[in-house]
């Protein structure tokens, strides 16, 4: 280690990796701040991080609470593990609530019912998984029926329903019981919902209901909360699907003029031309880009100061040390870092 970073190797890929570690446990500071950062770091692409987050949760932020109050980590924790088909795992955090009664043992019968058919899905042919599906479909529509009066469990009862039919390859099927929980006061398993209604869309090649199924989760939480950041981050990823370039900076580009309301998605997806730019040696482009997002954008600070650092390394990089300069000042002015500091990162 070394003042603030830690150094570690990974002999597979015979590298050498750097860790902040004033970043890493900022990302702790809080249960609720630890459980976003872990989802972020999945709707990334970084699943594994994500695991150990979570695991890391488990063990050291909610060991020592009792079951109603940390439920509602445990299950979001056990659809992450479904996800990973890291069964067993979840399994056992479901063990936890083996005497639960009421909603958490409901929760934990539709979990442990979804699991069943997850671990034997792969091995089934197409027809013997159907039938498993409208089997366990029946089980989990009966558990509804028992709540009839709990809306949580009647939710995540119609949402888990979706999952298996999309599982049956009956997308179809699948978007009629999601379509149902678009009702519910809820906002998170509306949310849930609408992401995996995301999945049936992609299964379908249906990319324009794609996008708008994650505009409409940024309206429904505003682009602050997590599960809007959430939605960001796969609305830039659908905008930006296939192989062409200047497709992709199309497609992104047009996000800012066809939803202004939402200024986070826009320099966002402005922050991701700007690296695309880069990335195919257009760096002028990308300062140009770049500034946009300085110009229009200045109440997204965060976003503002990564795009002052990145126009700082751009600059750098083309020796042009006061423009560099410049660029950096501006980041130190907005976070209070030294600005020699910066330039030397």
């Known amino acids: 280690s070394s003042g603030e970073f ?35 770091h999945l709707d990334r692409g970084e699943r594994e991080r ?31 593990l479904r996800e990973s088909q890291r069964f067993g ?46 089997d366990r479909a029946k089980e989990l529509l009966a558990i509804g029926s028992e709540r009839a009066a709990d809306d949580t469990v009647k939710g995540l009862v119609l949402l888990e329903t979706g999952k298996l039919f999309l599982l049956a390859n009956e997308p179809l099927i699948a978007l009629k019981y999601l379509g149902k929980v678009e009702g519910f006061k809820d906002k998170e398993i509306r949310a849930k919902a609408l992401f995996t209604r995301g999945k049936v869309y992609r299964s379908l090649g249906e990319d324009s209901k794609l996008l708008q199924v994650f505009v409409d989760v940024i309206g429904l939480f505003g682009e602050e909360a997590s599960w809007g950041k959430r939605a960001v981050v796969q609305a830039i990823a659908v905008s930006e699907q296939g192989d062409d370039f200047r497709g992709k900076i199309a497609s992104l580009n047009s996000l800012p003029g066809q939803y202004p309301q939402f200024p986070f998605l826009s320099a966002s997806a402005l922050l991701r031309v700007a690296d695309l730019y880069e990335e195919h ?22 976003l503002v100061v990564r795009a002052y650092r990145r126009k700082g390394q751009i600059q750098a990089t083309a020796q042009n040390y006061q423009q560099a300069a410049d660029a950096y000042a501006a980041v130190a002015n907005l976070t209070g870092s030294n600005p020699t500091e910066l330039a030397q990162a």
């Open 6 to 40: 830690l150094y570690f190797s990974d002999l597979k890929l015979r590298d050498i990796f750097r860790l902040n570690l004033r970043e890493f446990f900022s990302e702790y500071a809080t249960l609720a701040k630890a459980k976003d950062s872990a989802l972020m």
């Open 50 to 80: 994500a695991l150990l987050m979570m695991a890391n949760i488990s063990t050291n932020l909610v060991a020592d609470l009792p079951l109603s109050e940390r439920a509602d980590f445990d299950f979001g924790f056990v659809e992450l």
């Open 89 to 134: 795992e979840a399994s056992r955090v479901l063990d936890r609530y083996a005497q639960a009664e009421g909603t958490l043992g409901a929760f934990r019968r539709i979990h442990g019912l979804a699991i069943s058919v997850e671990q034997q899905a792969g091995s089934l042919s197409a027809v013997h998984r159907q039938q498993l599906v409208q």
């Open 281 to 302: 040696g257009e760096q002028l482009k990308a300062v140009e880009t770049l500034d946009q997002i300085i110009k229009n954008y200045p109440a997204q600070t965060d």
